[in-house]
């Protein structure tokens, strides 16, 4: 199995930042990569931003140049730098690690007021 914790997220201005973290833990399954999606009320969920075990990095249009992903220094664990939030970025964050299958984390709210 595999367990995915997430922190972080809150209310800000738009034009503020936020950074999200997250740490997984399996004891059976590589993990082939991780990052974010999210899901606005009424809308389907979406890849924000999700980086490979060996780097490569990908990010949704609408967030590139202003939000970097980027894998600490402990195992299975990214960091999503959130700058020059907009109201439109408003959504729950879910961390997601990659093996076999997707497991998510429990989801943290992101609110950018205008």
């Known amino acids: 199995q595999v367990q995915v914790v997430e922190s972080g997220g809150g209310l800000v201005q738009a034009g503020g930042s936020l950074r999200l973290s997250c740490a997984a833990s399996t004891t059976i399954f590589a993990i082939s990569a991780m990052g974010w999606y999210r899901q606005a009320p009424g809308k389907q969920r979406e890849l924000v931003a999700e980086v490979t075990s060996s780097g490569t990095s990908n990010y949704a249009d609408s967030v590139k140049g202003r939000f970097t992903i980027f894998r600490g220094n402990g195992k299975n664990t990214v960091f999503l730098q959130m700058n020059s939030l907009k109201p439109e970025d408003t959504a729950v964050y879910y961390c997601?690690?990659?093996?076999?299958?997707?497991?998510w984390g429990q989801g943290t709210q992101v609110t950018v007021s205008s």
């Open positions: 997601h690690a990659r093996t076999v299958r997707i497991y």
